[in-house]
């Protein structure tokens, strides 16, 4: 069997210090592995990196530039579309595999050769870096529930860590470079529609060396809100609200009050007097604790509402817009 490990890059040339030595100890048996670095654009030492690690380790690594798209879609076409493996391994560029991960999905695919087969392993938060206030965002999958589960859904296609063959991805849908967010969800949909199975291989680990930064959390968050609603545009909306608990009709009176309900509160809560209260507490110190966990979770989901809502009113807007001009 040949193992083609698929990374999407953008300007993380400091994190290829830890995953590349750990991407080349990983542990061979009877099978070979490659890996296939696409860069998303970079303009930081990334291009003059790779390009030495692959002339240092040609029979490993390759390397590919693209146009800056966005968004993670567009590269990791291009290194499925390139990869030479039966199976493909798509990691993200901030998780350094343990010695094993290639071994434990190898494994899994050769007791599951059947081609519509997949499986999502594991990352976790190396402890040196569980007291970064960030981590709050890198530590909390389900993993639990994922254990008593005994087929996954296209909700738990985390691409930081997931496995399946080439040639059905290839066959049977790429994915949506018009996603820029949850595109791993929206390309799961339409493979688990394809006839995907998902399953949960706890061994096949890495470790997610997150590089989030308070700086940037309220612009990322109020993007990923507006993406979560554009994500809809392209599977189902009402599994997509479910989900994520968003404030719906659609699922009866009672879950409209309660998740009406917990809106109200969380802006009830979310209020000057009580940031500037959490401040005070210490929220913005580099030590993750309690207060740094609500402040950060006030931060993140104000501006992850804020991005759902505006898109929300946006595209009901245009419509409404279009209609008159029309009269």
Known sequence: MRVSIVIPTFNRAGMFAHTIPALLKQQAGDFTYEVIFVANGSSDATDSILKGVVASHPETFRYF??????GPSAPRNVGIRAATGDVVIILDDDVAPDPDLVLRHV????????????AVGQVYVPPHMLEDPMSIFHSHYSYDRLRNAELLTYFDFWTCNVSLKREFMLSRGMFNEHVPYFEDIEVAHRLEKAGMHLYFVPLAQGQ?????????????????????????????????????????????????????LR??????????????LLRLLGATGRKRNRVTDAYYSLVFGRSFLAGYYKTWFKNRRLPAMARASQT
């Open 65 to 70: 530039w693209i146009e800056p798209t966005g």
């Open 107 to 118: 494994e899994f695919h050769r007791q599951h050769a059947e081609p519509h087969q997949a």
């Open 208 to 260: 997610h060396l997150h590089q989030s930064t308070p700086a940037k959390l309220a612009d990322r968050a109020f993007a990923i809100g507006g993406g979560l609603y554009r994500v809809m545009e392209h599977m189902p909306a009402a599994s997509v609200k479910k989900r994520f608990g968003l404030v719906s009709t659609e699922f009866g009176p009672k879950w409209f009050v309660k998740r009406l």
């Open 263 to 276: 809106l109200v509160a969380f802006f009830l809560i979310d209020n000057p007097a009580t940031r500037g």
